[in-house]
């Protein structure tokens, strides 16, 4: 046993080494091979893209069998060295079976041999020599017929190149591009009912100013709306794309009137102050070009300023007054859609930021008047169904939750303005569309599309696109919003409102802050102050409430600046309307005597009169002066008037006085007047004491009067009798003539009640029309 163990483990190691040795030498042949013979190209294509391939544009978008489908695209070498012996082709994939692998093959960006499919033969483009950083076009035609299409479906479409490049001297698979192609041979018995959403929404332009005439010129905040209402842009392209589309206006008639407002005389902020807008021709081409559009299509109008309902639901709740704005903007909303346009809008629908609704939302959205409520999919879940529902689902209290889907609504969001961007949206849109009608062909159901509230041109030109691909109706109809409120239910959707709690967080992030309804209800406050004191309160309620609309708007989503910005500029207008009523500053007075009258200038540099306000007087100490009654007052605008208080003096010294205006409610308005009054008033004691001093000089000169005169009758007895005659120089005249009858003026007299003021007219001042 000891001999066999020893001579097996004397062999064994050698057996090994002889295996290995002939394992070497039959490999490295084989090794050398591969390295001279690689493998196929389709299996050597999983490193990184060489090349750039964009596909720019398909056509048909949804083919039929006799079409012959036509690709074009660019092809962009990335790499480092030049690409030779290329050819670019097209690859037809495996039928697409759900939504999710659409999303799946949208994501995916390696190049695999199994996934995407043989290349159709016969049907490639040669490429030159295509040297790095350098860009060339292609064009492929294929007739359907040859891409072998089965069944109906989506499929996926691959456009590839492959060549050598300096470090891979074989042929392979250099770039590759995917997109959708929707293929359906005939019309389907039953139709998916499609309502797309088409917004007419902007940013807030104008301000709450308006200038000092009786047109009430409006103030924008800058020409940008302009720009979005000419030939080109982007609410022009909206109107001119949609009225060929069957799609519903959802408008938010700030809009409107913004732009009716640019139909009349119009200033822009600038650097420099105010400027004259020149864009009336413009304002008016589009309205006339919406007016036209809307007489065929349903209108939904948003409440007025688009306000935002989540924010007003999660923050507003907590500022008393705050949700009082949305049932006039409602109400705002229809009069102005009816007035500019001439037609009557649906009002009852509310549409949430992002489709995103809880419990609380829906609370809001239904007090301003709307009970149907558009939602999306992503916020309103389904729980385990294997097809899309019906977008309606009651919802309880009479309501309606209208659940747009989630996938179509953001097809056309991004960068659209890049062909191949905007191609790829519009395949995707149409394979989403026709995997709705493929999950349940034998059923008919309604699909909701609500895209982002303000698509740019590329996004509405590829939108626009989409929609109209669907028109010849081979698996979809349209079908207008109303209509899809009212759908039949499915049972088996979910109607079940999320919770506050499960708002997402991001879109939390995004809202007004509690502070801002804050301010808005500070402004709304001052000017409910300052409306009743005018004599034509429209002129200041109708700008200022449009303003404070427009403080809540969805806009400022994310633009916590801007937003707060926009609130101080209406703000600090309201104050500054507020202080062209006030009263003039009074120098102190001296008030001798126990009454006086104390003037008190009120100023009114507002082109429009004030009335309704009460100006009252206070003394510091009532009982050294009583400062009068409180006096209702009128002043026309542009004018300063002075108002006069009797007021009664009981002791002397200085008094503080202080002036006020009052609403009719009682409320201070406008700041405090204060100056001093010096009462000198003079008492009884002291009069009487006067007044006995005085009697004492009138008995002494009585007294000395007559002993003058008893003096001179004397003096006159002498003179007859042979004296020295009555002419002399110091005679009667020099002594008598004093008098001449008249009694004398004494220092001690008392004058007459006067109050020293100064009645200087107050400056003109600039006058602010509201």
């Not at 060549?163 to 139709?191: H, I």
């Not at 959802?250 to 200033?267: E, F, G, N, Q, R």
């Not at 802050?513 to 808005?520: G, V």
């Not at 100490?621 to 004018?639: C, K, W």
Request: hydrophobic share 35%.
């Amino acid at each position: 046993m000891a001999e066999a163990a020893g001579f097996q483990g004397s062999e064994r190691p050698r057996g090994r080494w002889l295996r290995r040795a002939t394992a070497l030498i039959t490999g490295v042949p084989l090794l050398v091979a591969m390295l001279q013979f690689p493998a196929a190209p389709e299996a050597r294509a999983a490193g990184p893209r060489t090349v750039d391939v964009s596909i720019d544009a398909l056509t048909p978008t949804t083919p039929k069998k006799d079409d012959t489908l036509t690709v074009s695209g660019t092809l962009t070498n990335r790499g480092d060295s030049a690409v030779t012996d290329a050819h670019v082709g097209l690859r037809r994939g495996p039928a697409l079976s759900s939504r999710s692998a659409i999303d799946t093959v949208a994501k995916r960006t390696g190049f695999s041999p199994g996934a995407d499919g043989q290349e159709i033969e016969n049907r490639t483009q040669k490429i030159d020599k295509l040297e790095p950083g350098v860009s060339r076009t292609f064009t492929l035609h294929v007739p359907v017929k040859d891409l072998d299409l089965g069944d109906d479906g989506v499929y996926q479409l691959g456009v590839s190149l492959s060549g050598r490049s300096g470090s891979a001297p074989y042929e392979q698979v250099l770039g590759v591009k995917r997109t959708f192609l929707p293929w359906q041979s005939s019309d389907v018995a039953k139709k998916t009912q499609l309502t797309y959403l088409w917004p007419l929404i902007s940013s807030t332009h104008l301000t709450a100013e308006t200038d000092a005439d009786a047109e009430q010129t409006p103030v924008f905040r800058n020409d940008n709306l302009a720009a979005e209402i000419a030939p080109g842009g982007r609410l022009q392209q909206l109107v001119a794309l949609g009225k060929d589309l069957p799609v519903t206006f959802v408008i938010d008639p700030d809009v409107l009137a913004s732009v009716d407002a640019m139909t009349k005389t119009y200033k822009v902020e600038g650097p420099n102050g105010p400027t004259a807008g020149k864009n009336q021709a413009v304002a008016k081409q589009w309205l006339s070009q919406v007016e036209e559009a809307v007489k065929t299509h349903e209108v939904v109008a948003l409440p007025f300023g688009d306000p935002d309902l989540a924010s007003l639901a999660h923050r507003g709740k907590e500022v008393p007054s705050a949700l009082g704005h949305l049932g006039p903007a409602t109400t705002l909303a229809a009069k102005t859609v009816e007035t500019i346009l001439g037609v009557k809008p649906r009002t009852d629908f509310a549409w949430p930021a992002e489709g995103a609704v809880d419990s609380s939302i829906v609370d809001v959205a239904t007090s301003g008047g709307a009970h149907n409520i558009i939602a999306r999919s992503d916020s309103l879940q389904e729980n385990g169904l294997s097809y899309s529902p019906t977008a309606a689902r009651p919802i309880g209290g009479g309501n309606t939750a209208v659940v747009a889907d989630a996938r179509l609504s953001t097809a056309f969001q991004g960068d659209l303005s890049k062909a191949e961007n905007s191609t790829l949206s519009i395949q995707q849109f149409l394979a989403q569309s026709l995997m709705v009608n493929a999950q349940e062909p034998e059923r008919q159901r309604n699909i909701v599309v609500a895209p982002q509230r303000t698509p740019s041109v590329s996004q509405a030109q590829a939108m626009a696109a989409g929609v109209k691909s669907l028109t010849p109706g081979r698996w979809a109809e349209p079908l207008n919003l109303a209509g899809a409120a009212k759908a039949t239910p499915d049972p088996a959707a979910n109607r079940e409102v999320p919770g506050s709690s499960e708002y997402p967080a991001s879109l939390r992030r995004q809202e007004l802050p509690t502070e801002a309804f804050e301010d808005i209800q500070g402004t709304q406050s001052s000017l409910d102050d300052f409306k009743v004191v005018l004599a034509q309160p429209p002129r200041v309620v109708t700008p200022f409430g449009n303003a404070i609309m427009r403080e809540m708007s969805t806009e400022w989503r994310g633009d916590e600046a801007g937003a707060e910005a926009f609130r101080g500029s209406v703000r600090t207008y309201l104050e500054g309307l507020t202080r062209n009523v006030q009263l003039i500053q009074k120098s102190d007075a001296t008030l001798s005597g126990r009454s006086a009258t104390i003037p008190v200038t009120v100023q009114n540099n507002l082109v429009q009169g004030v009335r309704n306000l009460t100006l009252e007087l206070t003394s510091s100490q009532p009982n050294r002066l009583d400062a009068g009654e409180p006096q209702e007052i009128t002043v026309d605008g542009g004018h300063s008037q002075s108002f006069k208080f009797d007021t009664t003096a009981n002791a002397n010294g200085p008094v503080q006085v202080t002036a006020q205006l009052y609403t009719a409610e009682g409320k201070p308005y406008g700041r405090p007047m204060t100056f001093q009054v010096n009462v000198t008033e003079i008492t009884s004691t002291i009069m009487l004491v006067i007044a006995g001093g005085v009697l004492l000089l009138v008995l002494a000169g009585v007294r000395i009067y007559l002993q003058r005169k008893r003096a001179g009758s004397r003096h006159d007895g002498e003179g007859t009798d042979g004296g020295e005659g009555a002419e002399g120089p110091g005679g009667g005249s020099g002594d008598g003539g004093g008098t001449d009858g008249d009694e004398p003026v004494q220092p001690g007299d008392p004058g007459p009640d006067t109050g020293s003021e100064s009645t200087d007219a107050s400056g003109s001042g600039e006058k602010v029309d509201r």
